[in-house]
């Protein structure tokens, strides 16, 4: 079964720092382009950054530019988002997501989705 | 990187069809095929249902059908049911970032 498994959440003061961590397992993790999505309470979704199978190609919102880095070990099958800087506003619930984009394909779609892990940021 | 814009509601009876817009601009949904679809029920995480514009990804059935024409992208359920009474999210590839439409609430009458 193809499972996506975040952890790392929880509250944090405005300024200060979190990791996330996603564990994958079921699919070839190395070949695979990996995200991270966030969705405010009551709101819609936001692609947050990206990163390809080499970690050559990496990617950020405007709104975390900066602040927050990606990075994978495909040797653990893992996933991580450093959230530096936090602010009220990254409040979130942070979905791990799988693309469809690999080393085999030129398709892009979120395939698989983790359950979500999530920050609070509040003094 | 501005958010596709959505109709925030539509609505619909058992059987009958919906259509949702998606409207970007030439540096998104425009220029690349690369655009998608999720279904989201609350409390739930989303679920792919049309990849490339007009891809079903398999389980999904073929009453979800997407197209695009210039800067607007669509997804149409024909034969609505109960169960697709959800949120959904169309999502686009635009150059190095990407970007979200703003999510449509589907109501089953």
């Known amino acids: 079964e193809v499972q996506l498994v975040e952890s790392g959440g929880g509250l944090v003061q405005p300024g200060k720092s979190l990791r996330l961590s996603c564990a994958a397992s079921?699919?070839?993790?190395?070949?695979?382009?990996m995200h991270w999505v966030r969705q405010a309470p009551g709101k819609g979704l936001e692609w947050v950054s990206s990163?390809?199978?080499?970690?050559?190609?990496?990617h950020y919102a405007d709104s975390v530019k900066g602040r927050f880095t990606i990075s994978r070990d495909n040797g653990r099958n893992s996933l991580y988002l450093q959230m530096n800087s936090l602010r009220p506003e990254d409040m979130a619930l942070y979905y791990c997501?799988?693309?469809?984009?690999?080393?085999?394909?030129?398709?892009?779609?979120?395939?698989?989705w983790g359950q979500g892990t999530t920050v609070t940021v509040s003094s | 990187q501005s958010a596709l814009t959505q109709p925030r509601s539509v609505s619909g009876s058992p059987g009958q069809s919906v259509t949702i817009s998606c409207t970007g601009t030439?540096?998104?949904?425009?220029?690349?095929?690369?655009v998608s679809w999720y279904q989201q029920h609350p409390g739930k995480a989303p679920k792919l249902i049309i990849f490339?514009?007009?891809k079903r990804p398999s389980g999904v059935p073929d009453r979800f059908s997407g197209s695009k024409s210039g800067n607007t992208a669509s997804l149409t359920i024909s034969g609505l049911q109960a169960e697709d009474e959800a949120d959904y999210y169309c999502?686009?590839?635009?150059?190095?970032?990407?970007?979200f439409g703003g999510g449509t609430k589907v109501t089953v009458l």
């Open positions: 997501v799988k693309d469809i984009r690999s080393v085999l394909n030129n398709d892009y779609g979120l395939d698989v």
């Open positions: 079921g699919f070839t993790f190395e070949d695979n382009v």
């Open positions: 990163i390809n199978w080499l970690s050559a190609n990496i």
């Open positions: 030439s540096s998104d949904v425009g220029r690349y095929n690369y």
């Open positions: 490339d514009v007009t």
């Open positions: 999502y686009s590839f635009a150059g190095s970032p990407w970007v």
